[in-house]
Nanobody
Framework: VQLQAYGGGLVQAGGSLRLSCEASESLFSINYMGWYRQAPGKQRELVARITAGGTTNYADSVKGRFTISRDGAEDTVCLQMNSLKPEDTAVYYC??????????????????WGQGTLVTVSS
């Protein structure tokens, strides 16, 4: 299974971008789908994630500006980013985490990562 992320790019501060991530094949027993980011010289951090039931949580730094959504039928997760700031500049990675029981039972990875898409916000 591969996760394909797209939608990154260069935007001015205050602008918006929408990231999308699609799985190459159907995934089962998903616990979470989410987005992480890694800025130069920093550790990867959680930006937002959404559970199979639709519960969302966000990093404090993006609350009120970013919105995560999921299309379960398409195994797609999106991140709408508004009011972007220069500090949002990073490589954004999508992530899918499966149920540990499912992963163990079927011998599949417990999580998958996308290849990353660069978001650059200029001041």
């Amino acid at each position: 299974v591969q996760l394909q992320a797209y939608g990154g790019g260069l935007v001015q501060a205050g602008g918006s971008l929408r990231l999308s991530c699609e799985a190459s094949e159907s995934l089962f027993s998903i616990n979470y789908m989410g987005w992480y980011r890694q800025a130069p010289g920093k550790q990867r951090e959680l930006v937002a994630r959404i559970t199979a039931g639709g519960t969302t949580n966000y990093a404090d730094s993006v609350k009120g500006r970013f919105t995560i959504s999921r299309d379960g039928a398409e195994d797609t997760v999106c991140l709408q980013m508004n009011s972007l700031k220069p500090e949002d500049t990073a490589v954004y990675y999508c992530n899918v985490r499966l149920s540990p029981n499912h992963a163990r039972m079927f011998g599949v990875p417990i999580e998958y990562w996308g290849q990353g898409t660069l978001v650059t916000v200029s001041s």
